[in-house]
């Protein structure tokens, strides 16, 4: 895992980077 796996209210999904700040949206999790 790289640190791009971590982002600022975001979450790391599959191939998809959601940077939602607070409302993180999850697809195929």
Do not use: A, Y
């Amino acid at each position: 895992m790289t640190d791009s796996d971590k982002h600022e209210g975001g979450c790391l999904c599959g191939e998809v980077r959601f940077e939602v700040s607070g409302q993180p949206e999850f697809s195929g999790v």
